[in-house]
Nanobody, 124 residues
């Protein structure tokens, strides 16, 4: 089993940057594909980015491609989401998640473990 704890959310002005972190427990972190999702008020949870177990393959939603970067440090059991050029449309609760599935898994049903989420607010 994997337990996930996100951090790094907060309030930022449009055009600014934030770096989210997700710390995982367990000795098998490196066996999991990791993903970031987000959920805005009144909307469904949506895929943002995914990274393979080794960190070598990454997959992004079109809405964040070129602005967000996912990475992981298996020695530290941590996955990151660097978010640049933020817009009001990026305001949401951001969740990290783990799956034994492929790095391109983008459905919430494909992910087995979830963190509690961290709030990101982007002001205009």
């Amino acid at each position: 089993q994997v337990q996930l704890v996100e951090s790094g959310g907060g309030l930022v002005q449009a055009g600014g940057s934030l770096r989210l972190s997700c710390a995982a427990s367990g000795r098998t972190f490196s066996a999991y594909t990791m993903g970031w999702f987000r959920q805005a008020p009144g909307k469904e949870r949506e895929f943002v980015a995914g990274v393979s177990s080794s960190g070598g393959q990454k997959y992004y939603a079109d809405s964040v491609k070129g602005r967000f970067t996912i990475s992981r440090d298996n020695a530290e059991n941590t996955v990151y989401l660097q978010m640049n050029s933020l817009t009001a449309g990026d305001t949401a609760v951001y969740y990290c998640a783990a799956t034994r599935g492929p790095y391109y898994a983008r459905s919430t049903s494909e992910y087995h473990y979830w963190g509690q989420g961290t709030q990101v607010n982007v002001s205009i």
